[in-house]
């Protein structure tokens, strides 16, 4: 076993799990996809909480009702499973969303870009970074739900393209005033990190943040050579509850080549607790602060 | 979670375990890393407590041909390599005979050398239907040497894909009932497009059973693949991706699955359908806490 895994096991590390989802998938049956289980899969699975959306507001067109239907369904868990709502920013008045968000203790929005149809570059995403950046909440990416080989016919979307992610880190304005939004990519493959990492300065780079889910581990050894290239202070925990097997992250730590397992070099790798300190570094009063200046424009300072 | 008493046990516990559907590639492939994809696949194995790989090479993986559509050079090149590959290694690696059914004598002169070099299955990929006919004089020779089909299988085909003649769960029910006294296994339910079709496809072809190999995690796969086939037609197995085939030995512990089925799907169905004997020395070198006598049965 790897010395990560072992920490994970031994209940030194409790991470915070980044990407999971309450509600009903729209193409297949999920099993029992609630707040309940949830809470038992990931204790059993050693996390301590995780950043929850609500699975089926991503194929709505408002996501309002969905976010709403998220606060209310993880109020009565909100000690492990913190809201991770979406913010559509090409939607009328969206800048209610993110103060909702904020209102709600989010540690992260969600954007769907694929899903929404929205063109590389879109505005109103990389207005939603900054805005992002300045209220110290995470934006999170998903890049594909399923694999492209199993989609349902109507599911046509796609998935979020290198060129997509590196103009949503790229072109902020606060990225420019050092005030940059922390990005969560979740269900990249090694390709597409790559094509996305290397696209990007170490500026740029430092901000921009991979589950592992998708990455795999031997014989390919992806997983491996993105920890030795990339850097593990870019990669993070996830379950992907309820749609895929939780134990994904579990299996690739522990079969991570030997010189990446010793206890003495084992990486350190994000998970939701750290991140969200990434994501308030630059925020010097808390976001109660903000809904009490009754504007819009929540992020503004 | 699921956490080992000792660390020296298995990664994926210490029953034994045996995988039906292996790869390897060869210094013919357009890898210049064969032999670490190869050094790796062994050591993630052996970490992972993986007895036996049943393994082959599909020609030069589209080196010189096309992986589904290799040329009949090529496939002879990359059976022997396997068989060579697979006596080097002794128990912990058994070899299937890759054929291209489009090329009929070709296919049967290659099934004949590889079992007298002792291949213990034939794999067919996606160069003919799985339903053609002209892969009748394949099984035929498979119930002759009593040795199962490994058939590469698109779930639910739903329209052609590029570079193969995919075949899906209806195709092979097809080929299965024209041929009763062979087994079919059907690969990698995780491996591609929709798993839920193929089980309704062949529930009544006791003569399929299938592998859950594949990079596809869908939670509800295994579940759902219990409820209609159940776990003496299941075959635990990695294909080309080693950690999800981990994850699913972790959540084999988890779907509600009886001790006795989880041994069926890790090792006792790969035991009855292939050869006897072909996994012994295999199973005589596990490390598992069963009698050897217990195990070897």
């Given at each position: 076993?790897?010395?990560?895994?072992?920490?994970?096991?031994?209940?030194?590390?409790?991470?915070?799990?980044?990407?999971?989802?309450?509600?009903?998938?729209?193409?297949?049956?999920?099993?029992?996809?609630?707040?309940?289980?949830?809470?038992?899969?990931?204790?059993?699975?050693?996390?301590?909480?995780?950043?929850?959306?609500?699975?089926?507001?991503?194929?709505?067109?408002?996501?309002?009702?969905?976010?709403?239907?998220?606060?209310?369904?993880?109020?009565?868990?909100?000690?492990?499973?913190?809201?991770?709502?979406?913010?559509?920013?090409?939607?009328?008045?969206?800048?209610?969303?993110?103060?909702?968000?904020?209102?709600?203790?989010?540690?992260?929005?969600?954007?769907?870009?694929?899903?929404?149809?929205?063109?590389?570059?879109?505005?109103?995403?990389?207005?939603?970074?900054?805005?992002?950046?300045?209220?110290?909440?995470?934006?999170?990416?998903?890049?594909?739900?399923?694999?492209?080989?199993?989609?349902?016919?109507?599911?046509?979307?796609?998935?979020?393209?290198?060129?997509?992610?590196?103009?949503?880190?790229?072109?902020?304005?606060?990225?420019?005033?050092?005030?940059?939004?922390?990005?969560?990519?979740?269900?990249?493959?090694?390709?597409?990190?790559?094509?996305?990492?290397?696209?990007?300065?170490?500026?740029?780079?430092?901000?921009?943040?991979?589950?592992?889910?998708?990455?795999?581990?031997?014989?390919?050894?992806?997983?491996?050579?993105?920890?030795?290239?990339?850097?593990?202070?870019?990669?993070?925990?996830?379950?992907?509850w309820p749609l895929r097997l939780t134990q994904q992250c579990r299996a690739l730590l522990a079969l991570l080549p030997d010189d990446l397992s010793s206890r003495a070099s084992a990486p350190d790798f994000h998970d939701g607790r750290s991140l969200v300190a990434l994501a308030r570094r630059h925020v010097d009063s808390p976001p109660v602060a903000l809904k009490e200046r009754g504007t819009d424009r929540v992020y503004g300072r | 979670m699921q956490t080992p008493s000792t660390a020296a046990l298995p990664l994926g516990g210490s029953l034994p375990l045996i995988d039906p559907h292996a790869h390897f590639h060869t210094p013919f492939t357009n890898r210049v890393d064969w032999a670490r994809y190869n050094a790796s696949r062994l050591a993630a194995g052996d970490r992972i407590g993986v007895l036996s790989h049943v393994a082959s090479v599909l020609g030069t993986w589209g080196h010189t041909s096309p992986t589904y559509f290799s040329s009949p050079a090529d496939q002879s090149q990359a059976n022997r390599w396997m068989l060579d590959f697979a006596e080097a290694q002794g128990a912990r690696v058994r070899a299937y005979v890759a054929v291209n059914p489009n090329f009929t004598q070709h296919a049967v002169a290659e099934i004949e050398y590889a079992m007298s070099r002792g291949a213990i299955g034939i794999k067919l990929a996606a160069g003919r239907r799985a339903d053609d006919v002209l892969l009748d004089d394949v099984a035929q020779l498979a119930a002759e040497h009593g040795v199962p089909i490994l058939q590469h299988i698109w779930q639910h085909r739903r329209r052609d894909w590029p570079n193969q003649d995919a075949s899906d769960g209806i195709d092979l029910a097809r080929m299965a009932t024209r041929h009763p006294r062979v087994t079919f296994l059907l690969a990698h339910i995780g491996g591609g497009g929709d798993w839920a079709h193929t089980f309704p496809a062949v529930v009544d072809n006791p003569n399929i059973v299938m592998d859950l190999s594949g990079s596809g995690i869908d939670r509800g796969m295994i579940d759902e693949a219990l409820r209609w086939i159940g776990a003496s037609r299941i075959l635990w197995a990695a294909d080309l991706t080693l950690c999800t085939a981990l994850t699913k030995l972790f959540a084999l512990d988890h779907l509600g699955a009886s001790e006795a089925e989880i041994a069926q799907m890790r090792w006792q169905n790969a035991v009855r359908i292939f050869p006897a004997g072909a996994f012994d020395a295999a199973l005589a070198a596990s490390k598992s806490p069963l009698p050897i006598s217990e195990v070897a049965q």
């Amino acid at each position: 076993m790897t010395a990560a895994i072992e920490r994970v096991q031994g209940g030194e590390l409790q991470p915070v799990d980044v990407n999971a989802w309450i509600g009903e998938y729209p193409f297949r049956d999920v099993p029992h996809p609630t707040p309940d289980v949830l809470i038992r899969v990931l204790e059993r699975e050693g996390f301590s909480g995780a950043w929850v959306g609500h699975l089926p507001g991503a194929f709505h067109r408002d996501p309002v009702p969905s976010n709403r239907h998220l606060y209310a369904a993880l109020r009565p868990y909100r000690r492990q499973l913190a809201p991770a709502p979406m913010v559509r920013p090409d939607w009328p008045k969206w800048e209610h969303q993110l103060r909702d968000a904020v209102d709600e203790g989010a540690p992260a929005i969600r954007v769907y870009p694929a899903q929404w149809g929205l063109p590389v570059p879109h505005p109103g995403l990389i207005e939603l970074a900054d805005a992002c950046g300045e209220t110290g909440v995470a934006m999170l990416v998903t890049v594909r739900f399923e694999d492209l080989r199993q989609r349902h016919p109507l599911d046509t979307a796609g998935d979020v393209s290198a060129a997509m992610l590196r103009a949503i880190a790229r072109r902020t304005g606060a990225v420019r005033a050092g005030r940059g939004a922390v990005m969560l990519v979740v269900g990249a493959g090694k390709d597409l990190i790559e094509e996305t990492h290397w696209g990007l300065t170490p500026d740029e780079q430092s901000r921009v943040f991979y589950d592992f889910h998708w990455i795999w581990g031997p014989p390919e050894d992806h997983f491996g050579q993105l920890v030795r290239t990339v850097g593990a202070q870019h990669l993070t925990l996830s379950s992907w509850w309820p749609l895929r097997l939780t134990q994904q992250c579990r299996a690739l730590l522990a079969l991570l080549p030997d010189d990446l397992s010793s206890r003495a070099s084992a990486p350190d790798f994000h998970d939701g607790r750290s991140l969200v300190a990434l994501a308030r570094r630059h925020v010097d009063s808390p976001p109660v602060a903000l809904k009490e200046r009754g504007t819009d424009r929540v992020y503004g300072r | 979670m699921q956490t080992p008493s000792t660390a020296a046990l298995p990664l994926g516990g210490s029953l034994p375990l045996i995988d039906p559907h292996a790869h390897f590639h060869t210094p013919f492939t357009n890898r210049v890393d064969w032999a670490r994809y190869n050094a790796s696949r062994l050591a993630a194995g052996d970490r992972i407590g993986v007895l036996s790989h049943v393994a082959s090479v599909l020609g030069t993986w589209g080196h010189t041909s096309p992986t589904y559509f290799s040329s009949p050079a090529d496939q002879s090149q990359a059976n022997r390599w396997m068989l060579d590959f697979a006596e080097a290694q002794g128990a912990r690696v058994r070899a299937y005979v890759a054929v291209n059914p489009n090329f009929t004598q070709h296919a049967v002169a290659e099934i004949e050398y590889a079992m007298s070099r002792g291949a213990i299955g034939i794999k067919l990929a996606a160069g003919r239907r799985a339903d053609d006919v002209l892969l009748d004089d394949v099984a035929q020779l498979a119930a002759e040497h009593g040795v199962p089909i490994l058939q590469h299988i698109w779930q639910h085909r739903r329209r052609d894909w590029p570079n193969q003649d995919a075949s899906d769960g209806i195709d092979l029910a097809r080929m299965a009932t024209r041929h009763p006294r062979v087994t079919f296994l059907l690969a990698h339910i995780g491996g591609g497009g929709d798993w839920a079709h193929t089980f309704p496809a062949v529930v009544d072809n006791p003569n399929i059973v299938m592998d859950l190999s594949g990079s596809g995690i869908d939670r509800g796969m295994i579940d759902e693949a219990l409820r209609w086939i159940g776990a003496s037609r299941i075959l635990w197995a990695a294909d080309l991706t080693l950690c999800t085939a981990l994850t699913k030995l972790f959540a084999l512990d988890h779907l509600g699955a009886s001790e006795a089925e989880i041994a069926q799907m890790r090792w006792q169905n790969a035991v009855r359908i292939f050869p006897a004997g072909a996994f012994d020395a295999a199973l005589a070198a596990s490390k598992s806490p069963l009698p050897i006598s217990e195990v070897a049965q």
